[in-house]
C-alpha cells in the first residue's frame, strides 16, 4: 500500500488538532508526517498516532519531499506558503478563504463535486464551514429537482472563530453568572447568552463577508450560478457545532416523504426527522460526529414548491478538518494523487 508523506500547517490550532485526529481515525496512509505552525509555537510537543512529535516553525524549505499538505493557518500564511508548497510538490489542501473564489483554483466537497479535484494545479480549496454541511444536505435533492432559490440563517458556534473565542465564552458565562461585566474582546459585543448577526466583515451590499461565501461558494461547489441565495449568518453562544434554517425552492413539486427517501440514502448524511417524539439536529450531541444532521423537513408554507430543513453539523469536523482529509483520500481512491520518489 502506497505511504504519503503529510506536512500540517497550523498544527497547533483547533483544526489542526482536528487534522491529527482524522488522520489518525481514518487510518490514513502516512509515511511520515510534518507539524508545522508559526514561530510562536515551535517547538511545542503534539502526539500522532502515540509518538510525541515536536512543532517546527512553517518556513520555505518546511515543504521538500512533501506529498501533501493540509493549511489551516488563515488566509494570509495560505497566501504566501500554498504556492510555495504546490511548487515544491506537494498538494496543498487549504482550510482558509486565500483560494476559494479563484477560478483556476477547485472548491470541493467529496459529497458533491470529487471531479473537480482533478483539475487542480496543486492547490485546492476546503469551502467555509456553514457552506460544506448546506451543499451535503441539498446537492441529493438538487440533482433529483433542480434548485431554485436558497434562503439560509445560520446559527454558528464560537468554535468557527478559534479558541480565543471558546475561552471568551467559557470567560462570560461566568461574569455574567457572578454579576459582573464583561468587556468583549475577540466579538464587537457580548457573546454569553446573546446572539450575533455579523460573523466576518460588512460588504456594501449590507451582507457580511461570511453570508456572501456562502452564495458564492454554493453557486461554484454545485455548478449552478443560476440559483438564488440569500443568506443570514448569526454567532450564538454554543461552543462546537453549526445550525442553519434552510428554505429551499424547487423546480417542481417535492414532498417531504421524498426529500426524507433521497436524503436517507444520501452520502455523509443522516436524516433526524420525527418532530412528534422530539428527534431533530442539536448542536451538542453533533460535536465529534462526520455527519451532516437533517431534520424538521416540512412543506414550506410561503411557497407550493418549497421545502423547509433543519441541517446541522461539527464545524470543526466536517466543516473543516474532516471535508480536508476527505479530499485528500478522493484524490487516494481515484489514482490522483502519487507519493513522490522515496514513497511507499
Not at 506558503?81 to 506537494?90: H, M, V, Y
Not at 447568552?193 to 460573523?199: A, G, K, M, R, S
Not at 443560476?226 to 423546480?251: D, K
Not at 431533530?280 to 421545502?307: C, K, M, N
Amino acid at each position: 500500500m502506497k505511504k504519503y508523506r503529510v506536512a500540517i500547517v497550523g498544527a497547533t490550532g483547533l483544526v489542526g488538532q482536528e487534522f491529527i485526529k482524522v488522520l489518525e481515525q481514518h487510518n490514513f496512509p502516512i509515511a511520515s508526517i510534518e507539524l508545522l505552525a508559526s514561530d510562536r509555537s515551535a517547538g511545542k510537543k503534539l502526539y500522532f498516532a502515540g509518538e510525541e512529535i515536536e512543532v517546527k516553525e512553517t518556513t520555505a524549505e518546511s515543504f521538500q519531499g512533501i506529498d501533501i499538505a493540509l493549511f489551516s493557518a488563515g488566509a494570509e500564511i495560505s497566501r504566501y506558503f500554498s504556492p510555495i508548497a504546490a511548487k515544491s510538490g506537494a498538494v496543498v489542501v487549504d482550510n482558509s478563504s486565500a483560494f476559494r473564489m479563484v477560478p483556476t483554483v477547485p472548491l470541493v466537497v467529496p459529497e458533491v463535486n470529487p471531479e473537480d479535484i482533478k483539475w487542480h494545479n496543486g492547490i485546492i480549496a476546503n469551502p467555509n464551514c456553514s457552506t460544506i454541511q448546506m451543499v451535503v444536505a441539498l446537492y441529493p435533492l438538487h440533482k433529483v429537482n433542480p434548485i431554485k432559490r436558497i434562503i439560509v440563517c445560520t446559527y454558528q458556534a464560537v468554535s468557527g472563530t478559534g479558541s480565543a473565542a471558546i475561552k471568551e465564552l467559557t470567560m462570560q458565562v461566568k461574569q455574567v453568572l457572578n454579576g459582573q461585566s464583561v468587556i468583549p474582546h475577540v466579538y464587537p459585543h457580548q457573546i454569553a447568552f446573546n446572539v450575533l448577526p455579523e460573523i466576518d466583515v460588512f460588504l456594501d451590499n449590507g451582507y457580511t463577508k461570511e453570508e456572501w461565501k456562502m452564495v458564492e461558494e454554493t453557486r461554484k461547489i454545485m455548478h449552478a450560478n443560476e440559483i438564488a441565495i440569500s443568506a443570514t449568518c448569526v454567532r450564538v453562544p454554543v461552543f462546537t457545532g453549526h445550525s442553519e434554517a434552510v428554505c429551499v425552492e424547487f423546480s417542481h413539486l417535492m414532498s417531504p416523504d421524498d426529500a426524507e427517501r433521497i436524503l436517507a440514502q444520501a452520502p455523509g448524511v443522516k436524516v433526524l426527522n420525527d418532530s412528534p417524539i422530539s428527534l431533530y439536529p442539536q448542536a451538542w450531541p453533533s460535536a465529534g460526529t462526520d455527519e451532516v444532521f437533517v431534520g424538521r423537513i416540512r412543506r414550506d408554507a410561503s411557497h407550493p414548491s418549497g421545502l423547509v430543513m433543519w441541517v446541522v453539523a461539527d464545524n470543526l469536523r466536517k466543516g473543516a478538518a474532516l471535508n480536508t482529509v476527505q479530499i485528500a483520500e478522493e484524490m487516494i481512491q481515484r489514482g490522483w494523487l502519487h507519493p513522490m520518489e522515496g514513497g511507499k
